[in-house]
């Protein structure tokens, strides 16, 4: 799969992670909330500037962790908040992400 595809698959399952979130925790209907919106450009951005996109799955698994402090615990408080409700709203998404995520870290365990 070329960089670009990846990049735009990495954002789309952050992207959706993050409205799930907004509208579980902050009732939101339709648009999302300012503070989520943030969170939702911030971690677009960092996807485009990967220089790691060629070798990972998804962010989640990245070993180089590039966000800020604050930012990555927001993108956790989503990710543990969302990850299990995707396979409700978006399941075969939710399932292609489990499978790359366990081949990714299979590879891992390989090169350790």
């Known amino acids: 799969m070329d960089i670009a595809k990846k990049r735009q698959r990495e954002k789309a399952v952050v992207g959706l992670m993050i409205d799930l979130y907004c509208h579980g925790n902050h009732h939101t209907k339709g648009e999302i909330c300012a503070d989520c919106q943030a969170l939702k450009d911030y971690a ?7 220089p790691f996109m060629e070798n990972k799955t998804f962010c989640s698994n990245c070993r180089v962790h590039c966000y800020s402090p604050q930012m990555r615990e927001e993108i956790k408080k989503v990710m543990r908040y969302a990850g299990p409700r ?3 709203h978006h399941p075969l998404m939710a399932i292609r992400h489990l499978l790359e995520s366990k081949k990714e870290q299979r590879l891992t365990k390989k090169e350790n």
């Open 86 to 88: 995707m396979i409700y």
């Open 44 to 50: 677009c951005a960092r996807s485009d500037r990967c």
